[in-house]
């Protein structure tokens, strides 16, 4: 199994930008790899998703705002959140998968790392 550790997030101003990063510790090549998010109070929700051939999918509440990217190389997934609202204020964890249906149901194969904080508040 692929060991994931996120990082990156912060504190950040409604309308602002942050990147968080999503590093493996083996080869990510051949898998597809999602972003995810779980606010206080609320379920853990797939926000971005890329595949291996770098197909995305994004969730409503972030299409026009998130991209997801990912280096092969550096073995390490990202994602680049701008026009950042209260609303986008949660723990972001990044996992591995099979589909993006599987995903979307919280079927990974990866363990879940320790997330990182993103708070957007004025």
């Known amino acids: 199994q692929v060991q994931l550790v996120e990082s990156g997030g912060g504190l950040v101003q409604p309308g602002g930008s942050l990147r968080v990063s999503c590093a493996a510790s083996?080869?990510?090549?051949?898998?597809?790899a999602g972003w995810y998010r779980q606010a206080p109070g609320k379920q853990r929700e797939l926000v971005a998703f890329?595949?291996?051939?770098?197909?995305?999918y994004f969730a409503d509440s972030v299409k026009g705002r998130f991209t997801i990217s990912r280096d092969n190389a550096k073995k390490t997934v990202y994602l680049q959140m701008n026009s950042l609202k209260p609303e986008d204020t949660a723990v972001y964890y990044c996992?591995?998968?099979?589909?993006?249906?599987?995903?979307?149901?919280?079927?990974?194969?990866?363990?879940w790392g320790q997330g990182t904080q993103v708070t957007v508040s004025s």
């Open positions: 996992n591995t998968g099979l589909s993006l249906s599987e995903m979307r149901r919280e079927i990974t194969s990866s363990p």
């Open positions: 083996g080869s990510i090549a051949r898998v597809n």
């Open positions: 890329i595949t291996s051939g770098y197909s995305t």
